[in-house]
């Protein structure tokens, strides 16, 4: 059978999905039951999702299908053309007819579904499943609408902003958000946007990583708490997913149908319905094709008349890259700025994650970790912003600790190791004869019995210690499970439960974690050192600044003191002959890091000067290799290489609208990946005079500025 140019593209593979699967269980015609049942098994359609969310079992409702269609006569072969039989053609009329009736260019699921449930074994396999018939028609009735459907994909468009959106209240309510902290004065000023009578759309502007998303959230918690104007009690808050949107769509003016789908449901909603766009910049060129309109040109209209109320979100660069330049857009738009929080901020935003981190990972967390994150990643990873960096170090770090949990030992895996050794060397021995051979054995036998008996003890102490730390970890994670809903409850007004669970289950699982890390402690106690270490400290922090960067941010250990204070020596073994430089170089190292240097002037920056041969740049390799380690931390520019003005392009970028602008500059860039290291421009007296003014900056005050308008500040970084 043949879907013919009258069905939708969905209504179509469902017809074909029937006709499949009478074939596939030999049936001579094609009935109801086959595409009913194609219908409620294939989760993504309307019908199934229509009855996942009504009261009734979906399961059986498949499961009663099954057994109808058992219920058919079969044959082995099964025919080749499978045409429909009487009742499927009456479905199919039906079907028609509602089309007809609803004024539609092409027959769609809803209109398949309705005619279906006429069928009246069908509607006693959906009653036997405990659901109510016309529960179901007026479920499918109030998702069809009034909306036509005038093209092949118009299944798509019914239900459009739960499939090209994510409900940030329905998240809160189920406690899938993180807590907000320490944004009430942007959340304030987007709620007094929001409540205005047009032009009610804000747009958060701020850099990445400093929380604009998590603005949106925050007033999505506000909402469920009932913490919000009249104007914005009980709305939806929908982020809308634009590369959903677009992704997919394959015809002319297929995304315009499906925008204006999500648009007429929120216009539906009469003003219950705020959809927050995060990268509001994407909406800009949209899913515009040759004669098509793109996103931000279908928004405008509603975004005017205060029909539709939209959050916005973009970083500044992108604003005035692409809303700026579109006056009509961007005056529908209400900016508000969104700086990046205080170090201090963002600890207490660390504190107010802290528990959540520690139950996903199942790990403990010092406080003095959570300051740690804050103020290296403010200080080191200068590239990016508060507190979104200081949460991904405090996470990378959690995720260290937790690998490691879920790892042997390494005292326990050595020992495993000398053990399988033994073992093969105890094999290997027992076949031979000799005198040598038969005392080695003995050896070899003996060092095994010992390494056995060692590792006996050691096992049982870590399945202890770890079976105690996976039960404190669950735990925890129960605890704030039974918090989330607890929060879930109170917000709902159910009062009996909220007091179950504040007075009852809540403090149950507390005195269990409390039971719990009392016995871990008095199992640390009777051992010298536990084999698991599951707190994340300061020194994980920095080990992983340190991976990040190549920075090391350890404090200064009595090995580097003692480095620093014999770093003259090093380098007077390294360069012979150069005693008066190397001290004039070790003196100025010495000074920075007894903090006698400016604040923000490089470590050191120096002059070498004299005939070639005699160590000039030896000296700067072994600075770097007694500094950083390596000889690869120095950065070596021949400037020879720079004689020419417009030379200068290559240290800091080509201008914008030069080719080469993306790239970068050399010693920028260079500066920005590897903060930590010695810089050695050779042959200084060749470049050119506007060159040398470039370097001006960086010599003096430690900062250079790229063609792209980003300030790298090196204080670590050593001129020579």
Known sequence: MSAGADFTEMAGKAIKDAVRLARDRGHLQLDPAHVFAVLVKERSTLPAQVLSRLNGDSQEVAKGCDRLLS?????????????????????????????????????????????????????????????????????????????????????????????YGRDLVADAENGKLDPVIGRDDEIRRVVQVLARRTKNNPILVGDPGVGKTAIAEGLAQRVVVGDVPEALQGCRIVALDVGALISGAKYRGEFEERLKAVLQEVKDAE??????????????????????????????????????????????????????????????????????????????????????????H????????????????????????????AVDLLDEACSKIRVQLSSQPEAIDSLERRRQYLEVEVKALSKEKDHGSKTRLAEAQKELSAVSEQLAPLRARYQQERELID?????????????????????????DAAADLRYDAIPGVQQRIRDLEAKKKEQEDDSESPLLVETVTPAHIAEVVSRWTGIPVSKLSQGEKAKLLNLEAELNQRVIGQEEAAAAVARAV?????????????????????????????????????????????????????????????????????????????????LRRHPYSVVLFDEMEKAHPQVLNVLLQLLDDGRITDSHGRTVRRRRAWPA
């Open 71 to 163: 219920s058919f006569s079969s044959q082995s072969p099964a025919p080749e053309d499978i045409a429909p039989n009487n009742a499927m053609r009456g479905t199919l009329a039906q079907a028609e007819r509602l089309r007809a009736a609803s004024g539609d260019s092409y027959l769609s699921l809803p209109d398949l579904f309705l005619a279906l449930l006429k069928q009246k074994s069908l509607r006693e396999v959906v009653s036997s499943a405990g659901y109510s018939i016309s529960a179901v028609e007026k479920s499918i009735q109030e998702v069809r609408g009034s909306r036509k459907v005038d093209s092949q994909t118009g299944d798509e468009n019914f239900e459009a902003l739960s499939k």
């Open 271 to 360: 003003g219950r319905v705020v959809l927050f766009i995060d990268e509001a910049h994407l909406l800009i060129g949209a899913g515009k094709t040759d004669g098509a309109m793109d996103a931000a040109n279908l928004l405008k209209p509603m975004l005017a008349r205060g029909e539709l109320r939209c959050i916005g979100a973009t970083t500044m660069d992108e604003y005035r890259r692409y809303i700026e330049k579109d006056a009509a857009l961007e005056r529908r738009f209400q900016q508000v700025h969104v700086e990046e929080p205080s170090v201090q901020t963002a600890i207490t935003i660390l504190r107010g994650l802290k528990d959540r981190y520690a139950a996903h």
């Open 362 to 389: 199942g790990v403990s967390i010092q406080d003095a970790s959570l300051v740690a994150a804050a103020t290296l990643s403010s200080r080191y990873i200068t590239s990016r912003f508060l507190p979104d960096k």
């Open 471 to 495: 039960d404190l970890r669950k735990a925890k994670q129960k605890l704030q499970d039974l918090k989330r809903k607890l929060e879930v409850m109170e917000a709902r007004h159910d009062v």
């Open 590 to 670: 010495l000074r920075s890091a007894a903090g006698l240097a400016r604040r923000n002037q490089p470590t050191g920056s120096f002059l070498f000067a004299g005939p070639t041969g005699v160590g000039k740049t030896e000296l700067a390799k072994a600075l770097a290799a007694n500094l950083f380690d390596s000889e690869a931390r120095m950065i070596r520019f021949d400037m020879s290489e720079y004689m020419e003005q417009h030379a200068v392009s290559r240290l800091i970028g080509a201008p914008p609208g030069y080719v080469g602008h993306e790239a970068g500059g050399q010693l920028t860039e260079a």
